[in-house]
């Protein structure tokens, strides 16, 4: 099939992108090459997309920096304007997303219809409001003396965006950078790179002056380490694995190029005696299996109390074994397949850590057969650990694969929930309002949901810390974040201390 034929069964009005985004225009890579993107449906070949390297990095960063004074100089609320335009042009656009995210990721369509696409319009609408309200302060200093800060843009920013969450960690990135006043060269991750390139090609109908958003599909190691590398973006954002993070700092060290870092995560999901269970069951379900498990903030770790931990299982297993996989596309699909074939066989390599360590799987543990045999999905997947010292309890798995752990009393949970070098999402659930503070208060988690799992709204502050990075996406912290602090000192009336003062 051609581009069109693949567009037109996929349900899409209009052609699939596939060149690079720079400086306004879509255009080859200088070298010519180009990468597969599949659907991980049936691995069937979606388009070839341009290989961006180096040079067509070097060719974004000269766009970026040309376009760089006008665009932080530009009227704060007109910045904001072009992104409110943007969020209403997603709105818009919402079905040819909504498909295009699924026909890329797997993502079952209505999650993208109804979370993808819906919270990445609502992540620029806010940083579209945000632009004009974010300022500097006036600080109190000696008499005769006003001192005041601006908040400058930091300049060029590289930013570089992992396969899970394509569309929404675009938005996460780009719509702080942009309101604050930066300009963006962007790599989407190699097997993802169709929904950023729609975005482009919206944030030209919006009125985006060219050159200000550039976005490279690449291979990380070329495309992603010359940005990373690069002697003239003067940040760099980074959602992915706690390796690559590693390789980005040292990366970014030539130019001490700032860095922000949204690494892995282990989030321990804790269920107390006292929860409601049936609301825990179906939190942790979705904790775990929404978007086949692949987020960073994942409750991939089940800490279950023990005089409860049967009953739950009882109805937690049911309900796992009932996901209806199936294609993306297809709405009654309720969870899809991980994102690619190397992906999907990491995941079931999991299960022969687990019960090499005396780990038992209680349901899943494979790739179904049938007419899902040649694509890349793992039948939600839920397996006992033996102890929290275990590899399934310790590694990111990032897929459907939930490790259920057990706990006597409230110290024990909390040494479990903070056993992992990672810290970045966490739950628990409970009826018992101290413990519930105490537990928020103590667990090594940039995030903790209460009752609840995996909120996001991008007014909230998105991060953790360890070996989960450093840094906070949305609401203020990332205006902080894309600025940096100018500090004016301005003369009034003051008498200025003569120490070397001459006749
Ligand atoms: P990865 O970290 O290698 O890829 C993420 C992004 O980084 C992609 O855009 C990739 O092209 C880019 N990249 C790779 N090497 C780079 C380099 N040297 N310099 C700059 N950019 C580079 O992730 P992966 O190998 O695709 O997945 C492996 C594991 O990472 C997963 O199993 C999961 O545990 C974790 N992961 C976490 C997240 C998250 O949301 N935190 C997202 C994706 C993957």
Redesign the pocket.
Known sequence: MDLADIAQAAGLRTPIRHQLFINGRFVDAQSGETMPTLNPHDNSRIADVAMAGAADVELAVQAAEAALPKWSRMAAMDRGRILLKLADLIEGNAEELARLESLDTGHPIRDSRMLDVPRTAVTYRYFGGMADKFQGEQIPVEVGFLNYTLREPVGVVGQ??????PLM?TSWKMAPALAAGNCIVL?????TPLSSLKIAELMAEAGMPEGVVNILP????V???A??EHDRISK?A????????R??VQ?SAGNLKKVQL????KGANIVFEDANLLAAVNGAAWAIFHNQG????AGSRLVLHEKIADAFLEKFIPLARSIRLGNPLDPHTEMGPLT?LQ?RD??LSYVEVARSQGGEVLSGGKAPTGDLANGCYVEPTIVRASGWRDRIAQ?????PFVTVLTFKDDQEALQIANSTEYG?GGGLWTNNLQRAHKFARDMKSGMVWINCYKRVNPGSPFGGSGM??YGREMGFDAMREYTQVKSIWVNVDAQIAPHYARP
């Not at 570089?160 to 969450?165: G, K, L, Q």
């Not at 692949?294 to 903030?297: F, L, T, V």
């Open positions: 570089v965006v992992p396969w899970n969450f960690f790599k989407p991750a190699e097997i690449g291979l990380g190691t495309a992603g380490q940005i990373a760099i980074f959602t992915g694995s706690t390796a690559t993070g390789r980005i990366a949204e690494l892995g995560g692949q987020a960073c903030i690619s992906h990491r995941v590694e990111e798995v990032f897929g970045l989960s990075g």
